[in-house]
């Protein structure tokens, strides 16, 4: 910045030299630049406040002052000072950059002391946080019990993620691989539950343990976490493989064992021990083998006693069961021997019997049901000598042979056999009787005719007989033919005098056959003897008659005329060509006269109450002359002329989808006019339009559920009918709308207070609010009241999914809450019903780093000397925990901090003016609460005071001028140096000494002697001793002594006298004293130099990053100083 250079004056033949100092001025000519245009940074959201970003760098050509430049931000486009820059140019966060917008820009820019600026675009790209899953991997194994049922929940797997708006989608795979048969994740919500198809069975695997590896996914990133999921084993009930169950076994006493009836039973755990009950009071079952036995004798063939009959059994394995029917059947055995009702039989008869006649029965009885209660009989004649008779099924002995050659009183003998060759026997004795009587005076040549209407008691005949053994006593009986001809005609059993009846009228027009044969037997007490006697019965002219007291008819409920059953009146009269005609007495009927059809008179319904289903009328038959009356009873039928008929054409019913099985829904009511049967119906369903009969009907009109609504579409309808026993039915349409079931937070309230600590990160994972609901398809809104209400600003709950978060925005601390436990009111909506649940939080004190306010800190102080106070800081700290004692530190060379206080002593002497030495110094300052720290940066000023004075260089300087030199004329050049920096270091030049000698001379502020105005002649080869005063701005100062030696012109010779020379006036002694004065000089300046050097070095301790404007080392006065001077040398003084 500064040079030296050498002008020489010329006038074409002689010239002079005189030294020019060039001093060139720094200026502010160039503008701070960025090594690019553009800076691009990636970081994450989550970074830390005053973590650094990235690094910009500038430069500026300019040296010193200009050369320096500070950077600033620019980030009014992104609506908020998320950053700030150190001056090393470092960018680092400044707010949370969770809310920052990936890939906004900001503008930085250099700015130098002389206000030029340079700038450059930064742009922030927010990278991708990965989603980690929170609650995984569990601290033990996640246990789920077998049979557990489809589709359950398991595990819900919770994840973070600071990139809040990211939707995860999540994966699983299931080693072994069978276990993915078993479960399943949720690819949207992160659910792990069992399979939607198949029951988890632990028996059917060998393998019981499975690592779920889940795989949560950004769409960018992934996270991988290990579910480990035991299936345990559940006792489960033994089961009979069928319903059903079958035995037989014959009948018999207490013990008997029956047929086995293959008990089939498994029991998925296969160390249980299974035994057998029954329930049933006929039966005795082995528990160890189910063996079964009679309890009691059972005997079939005991009227009553069932030959089958139904069971329970159980089987059970100490803790459950399971029971099936077992029906048996008891086997009728051939325990009874067919025995005859008398132990023997005797049967007396003609000899001339005929061939085939029954002589007599035998009967014999099997105690034995079925087949061995049936038996055959057998004649055993072999003491007859021949087979006289035959026997037949029904026990009636008959006449093989003829008796005429049987011996009265013989004896054979007849068994019963049954079917399982038991048999029975009786002896039977044959008597053979004597002869008969004869009816002498029958048959009789003609016909034997009876008037009808002759008395009663009539004698018509007198039967003779003939009777070889006369002292018989005969008995006589008679059998008619028609059988009809018994009413009209009898015997006399003793006198065998034939009569008309003693008790009706022989009536002609009553009987269709008028001609009868009378068989009459006689007996004699031991035989008999039959003859026939024919008889008619003549007409005699009669009223009609009714042949019956009493009628019946019968007819359906119905309109007039409606006809009714035929009475069949059967009316005889006498007169068989009378014409007959019909009337009635009665209110309710008419009747045809000429038919006797009855029909109803007017409408008629049985249903009206009050109406008589049966009547008696009073029917009249006339010929016209005579009559006869008989009674008519009459039903009118009640026939099914109603159809049931429903309160209401359309129910609806309103039902909860998790309605138990068999409970009742509503009920529905028909009504049937008809009385009696037809009044009954049946209620029946059709649920065809359903696809499955989820529904069931009482016999009362209730309707209940057969099938779970689970799957039921709300606002489907069915029909049902109501059927009469008349097949008559009537229908109302059934709609069942599904009421919406409430949603129920299934893990609120918690057994414990959940606990979160302060300074949870911004949006974090507290709690997941999980819902049952019946109505799976339902979607959930969640809500939530705080107590006290600050509690709002630090939590929220996620109004879709129920995760209970942080503030987004405000960072928990401990220590500004006055209230710190805080009772959330958490409510669960499916848009009609909602379930709340309370969730208390309560908040965890954490011990928080101490923050300084700022990020840097300034302090200025003088230079001096080591222990003095520098100055001192007010560091302003923060700490949440004010329980905290804290402590400074810091690692500032020359600089020692309070740790307490925060004041600064020099720890070592401090001098700004010793070359190297900064003005100012930068370093860390540390904050601790004994465990967290913070930094800030600390830069501290050093004021340079003025404690050096100006020295110059010699204690004395020579000139030598001209004496008509022009004013102006450069004499020589004095140099004083002040080894102060900056302003205390410039030096101020004066001149002091004689008025007369001074007022010729100027000198500059570099040191510079001139001529002020032209030096008179007169002054040639004279000496001026004037004195230099260097001074700084504080007074400070240094003196030096010039002398200054006139010399004459160049066109003035000496002036030359006679006298002798002075010493000093012979020039040889000049130039001898002048060169032994000069060498005395230099020495004794080389020697100040030597010692002032030393001292400065000693003192002085340069930093090498510090600048200094201007140094010169001190020189002792006296020292030599390169000059130019004039060819004239005052030492080389020439004789004038």
């Known amino acids: 910045m500064s040079f030296t250079c050498n002008v020489i004056v010329s006038d074409g033949e002689l010239a002079d030299t005189a030294s020019l100092n060039v001093v060139i001025n720094n200026i502010n000519d160039n503008t701070p630049t960025f090594t690019t245009s553009t800076y691009e940074f990636s970081v994450f959201a989550d970074i830390a406040v005053n973590d650094i970003i990235g690094s910009v760098t500038a430069s500026d050509d300019d040296i010193g002052e200009f050369g320096t430049f500070t950077y600033s931000l620019d980030q009014t486009s992104l609506g908020m000072d998320y950053f700030g820059i150190h001056e090393g140019g470092q960018i680092y966060v400044k707010e949370s950059l969770l809310t920052f917008t990936s890939g906004s820009s900001l503008t930085v820019t250099a700015t130098d002391t002389g206000d030029l600026s340079g700038s450059a675009t930064v742009t922030v790209v927010i990278l991708n946080s990965p989603p980690v899953i929170s609650n995984l991997p569990l601290t033990s194994v996640l246990t789920v019990p077998e049979n557990s049922g489809l589709s359950a929940s398991v595990f819900q797997v919770l994840v973070d993620d600071i990139n809040s708006d990211d939707t995860h989608t999540y994966t699983a795979t299931v080693n072994p691989e069978i276990g993915s048969s078993l479960f399943s994740i949720d690819a949207n919500s992160g659910l792990v539950s069992t399979s939607s198809s198949d029951v988890i069975d632990y028996e059917e695997y060998s393998v019981h343990s499975f690592v779920m590896s889940i795989t949560v996914s950004d769409g960018k990133d992934v996270n991988v976490k290990q579910l480990l999921i035991d299936v345990t084993n559940v006792n489960e009930a033994p089961i009979f493989l069928r319903d059903i169950y079958f035995s037989s076994g014959s009948e018999g006493g207490a013990g008997t064992i029956l047929e086995s009836p293959g008990f089939s039973v498994t029991d998925p755990d296969a160390d249980s021990v299974l035994s057998f009950s029954i329930a049933c009071s006929e039966l005795s079952i082995d528990p160890n083998t189910g063996s079964l036995s009679l309890k009691s004798d059972y005997d079939v063939d005991i009227p009553g006693t069932p030959i089958s009959f139904t069971c329970n059994v159980i089987v059970s394995d100490g803790e459950l069961t399971d029971t099936a029917s077992l029906n048996v059947v008891i086997n009728n055995i051939n325990d009874n021997t067919p025995t005859f009702t008398t132990s023997t039989y005797e049967f007396s008869v003609f000899a001339d019997i005929a061939v085939n006649d029954i002589i007599g029965s035998v009967t014999a009885t099997d105690d034995d049901i079925g087949e061995f209660g049936t038996f055959t009989y057998s004649l055993d004649q072999t003491s007859l000598g021949m087979d006289y008779f035959g026997i037949h099924e029904g026990g009636q002995i008959y006449v093989k042979e003829s008796l005429l050659t049987f011996t009265s009183g013989s004896s054979l003998t007849v068994a019963a056999t049954d079917t399982g060759d038991l048999s029975g026997s009786v002896t039977v004795t044959v ?568 007022k010729y001379f100027n000198i500059s502020d570099e040191g510079e002697l001139m001529t002020k105005e032209v030096l008179p002649i007169e002054f040639s080869s004279k000496v001026f001793e004037l004195t230099v005063k260097a001074e700084d701005v504080d007074g400070k100062f240094d003196k030096a002594s010039i002398l200054v030696l006139l010399e004459p012109p160049s066109d003035v010779m000496p002036m030359v006298n006679d006298r002798h020379l002075t010493f000093l006036e012979d020039p040889k002694n000049i130039a001898w004293v002048a060169t032994v004065g000069a060498v005395l000089a230099l020495c004794a300046g080389l020697a100040t130099f030597a010692i002032i050097r030393n001292e400065m070095t000693r003192v002085a301790k340069p930093y090498a990053s510090n600048k200094i404007d201007k140094w010169v080392e001190p020189r002792k006065k006296g020292s030599p100083v390169s000059l130019s001077y004039s060819q004239w040398e005052p030492w080389h003084i020439k004789d004038f």
């Open 431 to 998: 008597v053979i009787l004597n002869s008969p009587p004869v009816i002498s005076n029958l048959p009789q040549t003609s016909v034997l005719t009876v008037p009808e209407n002759s008395g009663l008691s009539a004698s018509v005949f007198q039967v003779l007989v003939d009777d070889i053994n006369s002292d018989d006593t005969h008995t006589y009986t008679a059998t008619v033919n028609p059988e009809i001809g018994s009413s009209l005609f009898s015997i006399n059993a003793n006198s065998g005098l034939v009569s008309t009846s003693s008790s009706d009228v022989i009536d002609y027009e009553g009987y269709s056959v008028h001609s009868f044969v009378m068989s009459i037997t006689v007996s004699d007490g031991k035989d008999v003897n039959v003859k026939q006697l024919l008889i008619d019965v003549t007409n005699v002219n009669e009223a009609p008659i009714f042949l019956r007291d009493g009628y019946f008819s019968s007819g359906s409920e119905g309109g007039t005329g409606t006809i009714l059953e035929s009475p069949d009146f059967s009316v005889t009269d006498p007169d068989a060509d009378s014409v007959l005609s019909f009337s009635i007495a009665c209110s309710e009927l008419s009747i045809d006269p000429n038919t006797g059809s009855l029909s109803l008179k007017s409408d008629y319904d049985v249903d009206i109450p009050g109406t008589p289903m049966s009547f008696t009328c009073n029917v009249i038959v006339s010929d016209g002359e005579l009559t006869d009356t008989a009674s008519l009873n009459v039903v009118i039928n009640n026939i099914n002329d109603n159809t049931p008929t429903f309160t209401t054409s359309t129910y609806e019913f309103s039902v909860f989808a998790d309605i138990a099985v068999n409970d009742i829904i509503g009920s529905v009511t028909a009504t049937d006019d008809d009385i009696g049967e037809f009044g009954t119906f049946t209620y029946s369903l059709d649920q065809t339009s359903l696809g499955m009969d989820y529904f069931g009907i009482h016999e009362d009109g209730q309707i209940f559920v057969k099938e779970s609504l689970l799957t039921f579409t709300s606002g489907s309808s069915l029909t049902v009918t109501a059927t009469d026993t008349g097949d008559l039915s009537g229908s109302a349409t059934v709609t069942v709308v599904i009421l919406n079931s409430p949603p129920v937070i299934s893990n609120l309230p918690l057994t414990y207070v959940l606990t979160v600590p302060e300074n949870s990160g911004l949006s974090a994972s507290v709690f997941q609010v999980l819902v049952d609901d019946i109505n799976s398809d339902d979607t959930h809104t969640y809500t939530a009241t705080f107590n006290p209400e600050i509690g709002s600003s630090l939590f929220s709950i996620d109004a879709n999914c129920g995760l209970v978060k942080t503030s987004a925005f405000t960072r928990i601390d401990f220590e500004s809450l006055s209230k710190r436990t805080f009772v959330m009111q958490v409510t669960v909506s499916d848009g009609e019903m909602e379930d709340v649940g309370q969730l208390i939080l309560e908040i965890a004190d954490e011990n928080e780093a101490p923050v300084f306010g700022r990020d840097s800190y300034n302090v200025y102080g003088n230079e001096g000397k080591a222990g003095e106070l520098f100055g001192r800081v007010e560091f302003d700290v923060n700490d949440p925990d004010t329980a905290d004692v804290l402590r400074l530190d810091s690692l500032c060379p020359g600089f020692d901090l309070d740790s307490n206080t925060g004041e600064i002593t020099l720890s070592a002497d401090y001098d700004v003016d010793v070359p190297g030495t900064p003005t100012s110094v930068t370093c860390d300052v540390t904050v601790s609460d004994g465990q967290l720290t913070d930094t800030a940066l600390l830069v501290i000023g050093i004021n340079n005071l003025n404690d050096n004075s100006p020295i110059f260089h010699n204690n004395s300087y020579t000139f030598v001028v001209k004496v008509n030199s022009s004013s102006g004329s450069f004499v020589g050049v004095v140099s004083a140096i002040d080894n102060d920096v900056g302003q205390f270091g410039i030096v101020k030049y004066q001149l002091l000494g004689v008025e007369e000698q001074i």
